[in-house]
């Protein structure tokens, strides 16, 4: 089964003697810091993306090994014209405190890669730098994808019944991608299933700096959970209005659909269900009028059941 799934990129940094010489265990010659610029790549999670699939932390392991050297191109061009890039080292990032919706700590594989400092590089280092090429996706070969509810592989129809994505029982429905096979390629592409996969910023900070910046830390900590209630609550009311607004769709289908949007489509499509439930159910007049020809009164029509 292959597999193509999207990440993001990251800042430069300086090229320590211990990348050279991992990137000399890649190049055909030895190449200086100044011949080479290097960045981080976020190139796949734990977490369940858009696809309703998943890598966990063994596949996660696999694939730490197996994309040092793995070449990047554009949009999965299996083309030699295509590289860009190559992976140079590969490790794992958990982050303890952050849960994913499977409930295990959040972990993701960074890759660090390196290019040449050439003329015809010299436009896409700026895009990296500028952050215009940032989102990027990787293509794999995996075994199984395994049903979250039942266990099954959940392309066998004859032992598993469940749909990526909808909901059993409250629980949701996704595919563990187990058992890599092989790691193909890292792209630049424009939009990435993985929510959180690109490049990542690069970030010199000292042991007192950041002492100094906890507060900060904390106070953006707890604004971003603020956010994330936000967002949750803008979710559910959409999938509630909506409910009321298309009564043909199951209130779980609604759910999914708003589990799938940002901010800015979630305000506006709860705009929009708010717009057409005035018009299906106008608000009635609770008031009678004497009519200008005598001393008959309109009906309370707001009340009629």
């Not at 810091?33 to 369940?48: A, G, K, Q, W």
């Not at 215009?132 to 019944?161: F, L, N, Y």
């Not at 609604?254 to 901010?263: K, N, Q, S, V």
């Not at 018009?279 to 001393?295: D, E, H, N, V």
Request: charged share 30%; proline share 3%; hydrophobic share 35%.
């Amino acid at each position: 089964m292959n597999i193509i799934k999207e990440a993001g990129v990251g800042g430069s940094g300086t090229v320590s003697p211990a990348d050279l010489a991992l990137i000399h265990a890649q190049s055909k010659k030895e190449l200086t810091e100044e011949e080479v610029y290097t960045f981080c790549v976020r190139l796949c999670d734990n977490e369940v993306d858009r696809d309703f699939e998943r890598f966990p932390l063994a596949s996660l392991e696999e694939l730490a090994e197996r994309f040092v050297g793995k070449c990047g191109v554009f949009d999965h061009n299996w083309s030699a014209k295509e590289q860009v890039a190559r992976i140079y080292r590969a490790e794992l990032v958990r982050e303890e405190q952050a849960r994913t919706a499977a409930g295990e700590p959040y972990c993701y594989l960074k890759g660090y890669a390196y290019m040449l400092r050439t003329p015809g590089n010299e436009e896409l280092i700026a895009e990296i730098e500028g952050g215009i090429k940032r989102e990027v996706s990787i293509g794999c070969g995996v075994e199984r994808a395994v049903c979250s509810v039942c266990g099954e592989d959940i392309h066998d129809r004859g032992r598993c019944a469940h749909i990526k994505g909808q909901r059993y029982g409250g629980q949701l429905c996704w595919a563990d991608l187990t058992g890599v096979i092989d790691a193909y390629e890292w792209s630049f592409v424009a939009v990435p299933a993985q929510r959180q996969a690109g490049v990542l910023k690069h970030m010199d900070m000292s042991w007192k700096e950041l002492v100094q910046a906890r507060p900060e830390l904390k106070r953006l900590e707890r604004e971003a959970e603020t956010g994330r209630r936000y967002l949750a609550q803008l979710r559910r009311e959409v999938a509630r209005l909506g409910g009321l607004a298309e009564p043909g769709l199951s209130h779980e289908t609604m759910a999914r659909i708003a589990d799938r949007l940002e901010e800015g489509e979630l305000a506006a499509l709860k705009a929009a269900y708010e717009d057409r439930l005035e018009q299906l159910y106008p608000a009635g007049s609770q008031l009678s009028y004497q009519s200008s020809q005598g001393l008959e009164t309109q009906a309370d029509e707001g009340f009629r059941i």
